[in-house]
């Protein structure tokens, strides 16, 4: 338990650090910037009380406001994530859920894929969407959300397989 939590700190941290020095310099034509601290969200232990995920998520994303100086936008899209991430896990691999049996790492890849896609898409929507704040601009932000979205999910599934757990 104690080195989950230690885990989780740990992740979230460098990933903060990550996004605000690295990530956030990286503009591929205007409109494409990774946004890799949403892993934090996509791995976070799904058997956690809901409030509790919640919380994080706001801290998660205020903590990224509060560097890019952004009025709270990315809390909003992680809270929203996070909100609706019990029903995106019932979805994406349903039975399995419902009985607090699913470990990422074991999901057939088609599962977890559709997973990130949804959180992905959903959060990159709503900052975009706020961000713009403005419908008038929907194409921008379908443009924005669609390859800023490809971006993350490909880094998403490169740290994944990259820093895979040890198999027992």
């Known amino acids: 338990m104690t080195s989950t939590i230690i885990a989780n700190i740990i992740r979230f941290i460098i990933l903060v650090l990550l996004q605000v020095l690295l990530l956030n310099n990286i503009n591929f034509l205007g409109y494409i910037n990774p946004y890799l601290y949403v892993l934090f969200l996509v791995l976070y232990p ?8 919640l919380l994080v998520s706001f801290l998660l994303g205020i903590s990224i406001d509060t ?21 995106v896990l019932r979805f994406s691999f349903g039975v399995s859920y419902d009985y607090q049996t699913v470990k990422l790492a074991n999901t057939p890849f088609g599962a977890r894929l559709g997973y990130i896609l949804i959180l992905v898409f ?9 961000e713009m704040f403005d419908f ?33």
Do not use: M, W, Y
């Open 46 to 53: 799904f058997n956690t009380p809901q409030t509790l995920f």
């Open 67 to 87: 560097f890019e100086d952004s009025g709270g936008i990315n809390a909003a899209a992680c809270v929203v994530i996070a909100f609706i991430r019990p029903a």
């Open 122 to 130: 959903v959060h990159h929507f709503i900052l975009f969407t706020l």
């Open 136 to 168: 008038s601009h929907i194409f921008l932000i379908a443009k924005k959300t669609l390859f800023s979205g490809i971006f993350t999910v490909i880094l998403i599934l490169i740290s994944l397989t990259l820093f895979k757990p040890k198999r027992r």
